[in-house]
Structures are given as structure tokens and as C-alpha cells.
Nanobody, 125 residues
């Protein structure tokens, strides 16, 4: 069993930056593909970015490409999401997730076995 805990969310003005972290306990994450999803009020949970087990392959949703960076440190059992140039539409609860598939190509919620509790990111004007 893997327990995931997100941190780093908060309120920021448009154009600002935040760094989310996803720490894991219970099992090493080094063989799992991982991802960040987000869910805005009244909307579905959507993919933000994925990363493969070693960190050398990533995927980004078009809406965040060039602004967000996903990374991981397997030695620390932690994944990160660096978010820059934040926009109002980035406001959402952000979730980290771990998949038994070690690659970075899984972009649907059904492909992830473990989830964090979510952290709120609010971008204001």
C-alpha cells in the first residue's frame, strides 16, 4: 500500500509561482509512473502532467505546457510540480497519483491506483 500526501498549495496572484510536493510512505515510488491531476469546482479531474519511473520522460497537458514542470526524486520518495506564470484558470484542487505502469503515457484517472488527498491552489487577479 502506498500513501501519498500533497503539500505546497495555497493562494497566489496571477503570474506568480507555486511548488507542489507529493511525498509517499509505505512503499518506494521508484517503480511507479506518477502524475498530477487537478479538479476545478463542477468539473472533471483532468491530467496536468505525468512522469515515468526514472524521471526522464514526461507529458504535459497543453494548458500547462511551458509553464509547469514535473519532476521526481526517488531517493526522497517525492514528486514535485513547479508551477510558474499561474493563471486564474489554474485554480483547482491538485492531486498526485501513482500508477503500477512505470511509464509516462497514462493520462486517465483509471490508470492510477493510489491518490493523495489533494491540495488547493487558488490563483487570484
Amino acid at each position: 500500500q502506498v500513501q501519498l500526501v500533497e503539500s505546497g498549495g495555497g493562494s497566489v496572484q496571477a503570474g506568480g509561482s507555486l511548488r507542489l510536493s507529493c511525498g509517499a510512505s509505505g512503499r518506494t515510488l521508484s517503480t511507479y509512473g506518477m502524475a498530477w491531476f487537478r479538479q476545478a469546482p463542477g468539473k472533471e479531474r483532468d491530467i496536468v502532467a505525468t512522469i515515468n519511473w526514472s524521471g526522464d520522460t514526461t507529458y504535459y497537458a497543453d494548458s500547462v505546457k511551458g509553464r509547469f514542470t514535473i519532476s521526481r526524486d526517488n531517493a526522497k520518495n517525492t514528486m514535485y510540480l513547479e508551477m510558474n506564470s499561474l493563471k486564474l484558470e489554474d485554480t483547482a484542487v491538485y492531486y498526485c497519483a501513482a500508477s503500477y505502469f512505470s511509464g509516462a503515457s497514462v493520462v486517465t484517472t483509471a490508470g492510477y491506483a493510489y491518490w493523495g488527498q489533494g491540495t488547493q491552489v487558488t490563483v487570484s487577479s
